[in-house]
């Protein structure tokens, strides 16, 4: 009788979901790989996050929107790359001034979205979307043996509804992505 042959191992793939982060290092100029610690969370410019959810609304004038809401665990090197607002936000919360800091005020941003860190093309890019419901705060994951605590920062980015943008709204929920997020420059013209 023929033996079976050992099933065959595949190849990890360049894009990382947020479960598979874990088992990833953070990409440091000049570090090697042995003093990098934890997760990779910035490589790029780009920042690892969730793509939670779209959420859709209207306006007073029936104007359409979706939102998308993104969370990111933050790790130290999230610490050279997020917004001044956030980041002081983040130190209330780990200095023990409380569970969480909402709505935090971020000026509108230009939102590119890749499916990899390595990606040279974007999946979406959002420009002057208006960031909603910041928060960051303490989070308690469960599931995986022992309940682990971490400071999870979260927003949702807001756009007037296009093909695009719905597209991606509806297929791409519950997947990790890498974000660059830079300010959109106001109008010089008033």
């Known amino acids: 009788m ?8 595949t190849k990890p793939t360049k894009s990382v979901s947020m479960k598979d982060q874990e088992q990833q290092v953070m990409d440091i100029p000049g570090a090697t790989l042995e003093e990098q610690p934890g997760p990779i ?6 920042i690892l996050a969730e793509y939670v959810k779209p959420v859709f609304t209207r306006d007073k004038n029936d104007d359409r929107f979706v939102a998308l809401e993104f969370a990111v665990k933050l790790t130290e090197a999230h610490k050279t790359i997020l917004p001044h ?22 000026a509108p941003q230009t939102v590119r979205i890749f499916l990899t860190s390595d990606s040279p093309s974007e999946e979406l890019i959002i420009v002057g979307g208006v960031i909603e419901h910041a928060k960051v705060d303490i989070v308690e994951e469960r599931g995986k ?3 682990v605590k971490f400071t999870r920062y979260s927003f949702r980015v807001s756009n007037e509804r296009t093909k695009n943008l719905i597209n991606f709204a509806c297929w791409k929920d519950g997947q990790g992505v890498w974000l660059e997020c830079k300010p959109t420059q106001t109008s010089l013209l008033g």
């Open 41 to 46: 969370t910035v490589v790029n410019g780009r």
């Open 85 to 106: 607002k956030v980041l002081d936000a983040w130190r209330f919360v780990d200095g023990g001034g409380g569970e969480g800091v909402k709505d935090i005020a971020i």
């Open 145 to 147: 043996g022992e309940a």
């Open 2 to 9: 023929a033996k079976k042959p050992a099933p065959r191992k």
